[in-house]
């Protein structure tokens, strides 16, 4: 964060955003002079600086300003500025300069120094006549990232009120916006204002989005849109500002994925699910659920075609917080298992929907159950509202159709499609393998029919269905010859 | 209904909708600021309906009583103000604000916080509060958090602190409360409840209008003396003398270029400078033109010849003496250091630490120092005794900092006349600063 004085932005058409930096070479320079002023007088640095100042004037203090943040100072005289002027103070005031040269004299003596070097003590402890002991370098392209930083943050002084969608994170960022003081409402993002914002537009609460930004960063994608007010022709405005994760800006590494657990429980439990590898997507706090006028982040979520299902863990326990739990849990507006500590002392009653208790691990199979359930549950009712499917295509997969009539592609199996097959992932029309069984019919070259059937999007495995079967020769498939006919096969050969 | 108090706001959970509240689907709940505490409790006492009252969480407070005696002008100001226990009690500089406060604190006899403009300030009303009431002062700053049932507070501070302050003070007390309106820390008088409310100022109006707000913030007007009516009587007289100094040749002709440089900037990009608005808006030119920020720095370094020229110094030295009392003033820190190596002089700036700062001003008050010089940071109400001799090498032109300047150097010492001394330099620019503020 910077000082107000020193945001630099350009302001267009009803929007707002601070003027990035992209150039590495003011920022090289930049700390270049800081390296070369070790050990010497700040005040010096700063007429080095200032020198460098023309019209980017702003930009260089702001980048000195974060520089400073990263020298230690010490003062410049082994004498104590404090005791030297308390014994001249005392002694003055000096009329003449008569006056002054003697007493400077007796301090001198008193020191038992020089009175050139009483002179230079006197403000030996004032900042400008500090030595610049200690400086932590940074890279150029590290300095900008963390100017621009700022300088968002900087423009967030001034926001009035602030949005932003993420994908993961939530009990972090949750975590800071109660400490910091602030509130949210949740529509298309979380909309996050401070309590007085209700009766007026208040800038009170920019420091406060300010600091909680960087929380906000941490998570991979990110987006935020914040209105900022300004002052256009002396006149107060409230533009917009947005800014995204996409956006490609220079700004610090700080991406900080939820890959650490809070709990050996739910670690444990993240790597039973995914060593089944089932077709279902976890993530951990993934979502927000909203519960009355707040929002439960369940530990898990799990996803897969249109379906969430969120899994709650409560390993310990108040009973305050146990007793808003449950009433967070009794509000939610999505499916929620909670795994209880059996250690806990509860009941099932306690709690709204499924629960499950677990001892030092959460049981996987309940949930693969339930995670089945769900998804038998689902294919049978769109089985049931699913209408007529006309497919003008030879060939689709069944993905592919699946997420054309926004269903299940498992629900497609379970049902008959006249004039269709499915053979493996693929819905091919049966007249189409007809011709396939035409053209392949001279050969019996494996690779030449191999090649044929993927020139059209096929593989060997529809051979089975048009009446051949493959020859081996060892782990070699060599040839293909017709299958015996029977009277029960797929398609009836002509 | 419950009333709860949350972060400079007052949750009304209930079925009725109360005057000055608001719906808040954040919380599912009615909501007020803070500053309605007041009356809602008044709305729901005199309609008789029912309510729990969980707002107030005062901190503990002694019995509060002093041995401080008013003046008639000051129990005047306070019969006034305790009608309403609300409102602005305006009073010059120098009247003894500061015991109108102390009394009005005893006679509601409950937690105070009292907010003021400066560190220097917050030093001056503990030391005052603790002398009077021989109880442990708080103290609210950015240097210090300690909270007492009598607690003093810059306006900063308890700006970025009010939601954590607002319900544990009965009373509230703004020192130069022409300060409040500000967008800014009007929000502390929004976000405190505290139903009694106590402002102080030698200068009620602002050029903004602003101090319109004050009567919804803490209560309107309702006492107000002036200076002229207090001359003679409880204010010592003074005298100011406006002295001339030269510039040296060196200094004229490095002054001329500046001035130069400056001037052919604005008849480069035809701008008439005819008040302090023009300059602003050079200011923000710079953003964009090069050429503005050269002409500002011209400007400034111009100015810096003009208020620091060595001409100054030697007048200092012809109005130095050891029996008198003598406090001077400039604007630029370089100048205070220069003048305190030139006469070892004690000085004090805003990076002067306060321990510092007190010891000289201990110092300056015992007589063991009999000078000292100051940049910006005594401006306003700071309480200096002893000094009957004030020179303002430079200023800034602000017509009310000029009036609390003087306030400050109007004590007697020894039947002595107070004497203000203007030293402006011949020929600059500096003259019409000057003679704008007189009027």
């Not at chain 2, 009010?162 to 409360?177: P, R, T, W, Y």
């Not at chain 2, 900037?265 to 090069?290: A, E, T």
């Not at chain 2, 020229?309 to 029996?323: G, R, V």
């Not at chain 2, 306030?407 to 001394?421: H, Q």
Request: hydrophobic content about 35%.
């Amino acid at each position: 964060m910077l000082p107000r004085e020193l945001l630099v932005v350009w302001k267009r058409k009803g929007s707002i955003r601070p003027r990035y930096l992209t150039d590495m070479k003011l920022a090289e320079e930049v700390i270049q002079i800081f390296q070369h002023h070790l050990d010497k007088k700040y005040k010096k640095l700063l007429l080095k600086l200032e020198s460098l100042e023309g019209d980017n004037f702003k930009v260089v203090r702001g980048l000195s300003a974060l520089l400073e943040r990263r020298c230690t100072f010490t003062p410049s005289s082994k004498l104590s500025g404090r005791e030297v002027r308390s014994f001249l103070f005392e002694h003055g005031f000096t009329k003449t300069i008569q006056e002054r040269e003697k007493l400077l004299e007796q301090a001198a003596q008193q020191f038992q120094v020089s009175k050139q070097q009483i002179e230079e003590a006197m403000f030996s402890d004032l900042e400008e006549e500090q030595l610049v002991s200690e400086f932590k370098p940074l890279t150029p392209e590290e300095l900008v990232r963390r100017y621009n930083l700022s300088l968002i943050q900087t423009l967030l002084f001034d926001a009035l009120e602030f949005n932003f969608k993420v994908e993961e994170n939530y009990q972090h960022i949750f975590r800071q916006i109660k400490y910091l003081g602030l509130m949210y409402e949740i529509n298309n993002g979380i909309h996050v204002t401070g309590p007085a914002s209700l009766f007026k537009k208040n800038r009170k609460y920019g420091t406060s989005l300010a600091k909680l930004l960087p929380v906000i960063m941490k998570a991979k994608h990110w987006k935020i849109h914040a209105k900022i007010e300004t002052l256009v022709n002396k006149e107060p405005r409230i533009l917009d500002f947005d800014l995204s994760s996409e956006n490609n800006i220079l700004l610090p590494d700080i991406a900080e994925p939820t890959s650490h657990f809070d709990s050996d429980v739910e670690q444990q439990f993240y790597n039973d699910f995914t060593s089944l590898n089932l077709d279902w997507e976890i993530k951990r706090e993934p979502d927000i659920v909203k519960a009355g006028t707040s929002v439960v982040i369940p530990d898990f979520g799990f996803y897969k075609n249109n379906m969430a299902y969120f899994l709650e863990i409560v390993g310990f326990w108040t009973p305050e917080y146990l007793e808003k739990k449950i009433s967070k849990l009794k509000e939610a507006q999505a499916p929620i298992t909670v795994a209880v500590n059996e250690n806990l002392n509860c009941k099932k009653e306690d709690f709204p929907g499924d629960i499950l208790f677990y001892n030092n691990k959460i049981p996987i199979m309940p949930i693969v159950k339930i995670l089945r359930e769900m998804e038998e549950k689902q294919i049978e009712k769109e089985r049931q509202t699913l209408g007529e499917i006309k497919i003008t295509e030879d060939i689709i997969s069944l993905q592919k159709l699946a997420n054309k009539l926004n269903i299940n592609p498992k629900t497609l199996s379970t049902i008959e499609i006249p004039d269709y097959i499915i053979i493996g992932d693929q819905i091919i029309s049966k007249n189409f393998l007809e011709q396939i069984k035409e053209e392949i019919k001279p050969y019996q070259d494996y690779a030449k029919v191999e090649e044929i059937l993927s020139s059209h999007n096929l593989t060997t495995l529809v051979l089975d269905y048009i009446g051949y079967k493959v020859v081996w020769q060892g782990l070699h498939p060599i040839k293909i010859i017709e299958k015996e006919i029977r009277n029960e096969t797929d398609i009836e050969p002509k | 209904m419950r009333l709860i108090y949350h972060r400079g706001t007052i949750l009304v959970k209930g079925e009725f909708s109360l005057p000055n509240t608001k719906w808040d689907i954040r919380s599912g709940c009615y909501r007020s600021q803070a500053l309605h505490y007041r009356d809602i409790v008044e709305y729901l006492e005199n309609s008789k309906i029912p309510f729990e009252d969980h707002v107030m969480n005062l901190i503990p407070c002694p019995n509060i009583s002093s041995k401080v005696k008013l003046r008639d002008y000051q129990h005047q100001a306070m019969k006034h103000w305790l009608t309403q226990k609300r409102g602005t009690v305006v009073m010059p500089t120098g009247s003894g604000k500061t015991v109108l406060a102390l009394k009005i604190i005893e006679s509601i006899n409950a937690p105070t916080f009292i907010v003021v403009p400066t560190l220097d300030l917050v030093r001056q009303w503990k030391e005052t509060l603790s002398k009077a009431f021989d109880i442990e002062i708080g103290e609210y700053t950015g240097e210090k958090k300690n909270l007492q049932a009598i607690t003093v507070s810059t306006y900063d501070s308890a700006y970025i602190n009010a939601e954590l302050l607002g319900n544990q003070f009965k009373l509230l007390i703004f020192d130069e409360v022409h300060h409040l309106p500000a967008e800014s820390y009007r929000q502390i008088a929004e976000m405190f409840v505290s139903p009694y409310r106590l402002g102080l100022t030698a200068t009620y109006e602002r050029e903004d209008e602003l101090h319109e707000e004050l009567p919804r913030l803490i209560g309107g007007k309702v006492y107000e003396i002036h200076a002229v009516d207090l001359a003679g009587e409880h204010l010592s007289e003074y005298e100011t003398k406006k002295i001339d100094v030269e510039l040296t040749a060196d200094e004229q002709k490095q002054y001329e270029e500046y001035h130069e440089t400056f001037k052919n900037y604005l008849i480069s990009r035809h701008i008439r400078m005819r008040g302090p608005m023009d300059f602003k808006k050079i200011v923000m030119r710079s953003g964009y033109d090069p050429k503005a920020r050269e002409a500002i720095l011209a400007r400034n370094k111009a100015e810096r010849i003009a208020y620091n020229s060595q001409a100054k110094i030697e007048k200092i030295q012809e109005l130095l003496h050891k029996d008198d009392r003598t406090i001077i003033f400039t604007r630029y820190n370089d100048m205070v250091y220069e003048i305190s190596k030139r006469f070892f002089i004690p000085c004090i700036t805003h990076k002067t630490d306060s321990n510092e700062r007190e010891e000289i001003f201990n110092k300056f008050k015992n007589g063991e120092y009999a000078a000292l010089v100051s940049s910006q940071v005594l401006d306003e109400g700071i309480d200096v005794p002893e000094a009957n001799i004030g020179i303002i090498v430079s200023g800034t032109g602000s017509s009310r900092e000029y009036v609390q300047r003087l306030g400050r150097l109007l004590r007697p010492r020894e039947n002595k006349k107070a004497i203000l001394y203007e030293l402006v330099t011949k020929g600059t620019k500096e003259t019409r600063t000057s003679y704008r503020r007189k009027k």
